[in-house]
């Protein structure tokens, strides 16, 4: 396999030779590749290591850490959390393609990373032999598939511990967020209406899936953070223990919603099973600001500056389901005003209200369903 040499952090990786790859529409096709690298991840990357580095500051000061990065393909985040997280005493890499794993052992070798263990097993197996065989306590799990977690999620929460970050990319949005609900029913047991409020609906079936999977090894899941952008969505999830703490999660946080005139609202019974509780932790999210300008090296800084600075105000509104102008207004038969003019409208009437990482066209706001019609309806003549 011919090989070419990227930068992404403080790593050089070898990468399979891209002018060998398939083009599909004109774009070449990371999964494609002998070996996967997508690049438009590094972004997920960058806030990966700023993330994972505050966590541990925040609940493993000190401590022997353990992570383990177990779907790695080329080892680029394992490798890159062992050369940029300075509190991480040892990163556990796997793939089960041996092209995989022999890319990773040269990468390792590239990094001269010294903390660090690569495998070339199956990544089920592998976690609960580092678990239950080796005996060591888990920190970080960092699962990255192809689309679905399904595969993988049983066994990462079965090998959690209480105080473990369990951190994942979900790639199959359409699947989670409603537009191939029938799979949905199928793979995640919920009932879902095809709606563009796709990414909230994503992140709220597959906390809801999690904590089902945790609550059956009595097991506790809180987001730290969590989001969805490009064609993910990702999760930092807190694990904690007790039979009696996860009945009480799920009593809490579990719910449903229903879609009326292009608007997204919690309520008792309709579409889900979703978790209707907090996505993120917003003094977690706080640390990681406070934290950012150590990272400013990586290559996509400035646009995780920008999301952490609208999330931090999003979450803010995190009770309040996510928005879309564009549905409402279609609704309404108005022509779409400026995002900035709406939420000005909604705050005018002493409502809050404030942009979202989810689309340019994305908004939360605590004011009423009614509210937000009579408010779209103003901008009619206009
Ligand atoms: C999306 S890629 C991982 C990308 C990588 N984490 C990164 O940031 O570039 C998923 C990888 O999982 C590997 N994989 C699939 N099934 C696996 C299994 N059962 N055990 C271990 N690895 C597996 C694939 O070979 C592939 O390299």
Redesign the pocket.
Known sequence: MQLSVIKEGKALIYIPDTRNAQIVKGIIEPSHLE????PI?EFN?DLSVLTVNTFIELYWPGKEVLGI??????G??GIRYSLEINNISKVII????KD?YNIMNKNIELNKVKNIEAYNR???SLMRSIRFEQNRIINIIDL???GSIL?FIDTAISVSSKGTLLALTATDLAVLGGSKYIAAKRKYRVNLINTKHYREIALRVLLAFIAYVAASYDKVIKPLMTYSVDHYARAYLLIDRGAKNSEEMLDKNIGYYKYENGILMKCDNHYGPVWNGNISDLEFLKSINNKLKEYSYVGTYERIEKFIKTYLNEIELQNYYYQRLDTICQMQKVNMPSIIKFISALEDKGYKATRSTFSSIGFRSNAPYEVLIETCKQFKSS
């Open positions: 070996v996967f690298y997508n991840m990357r990065d177990p779907l790695s393909a080329t680029v985040r796997n793939d089960i393609d995989a199956d990544a089920n990255d598939p192809f595969p």
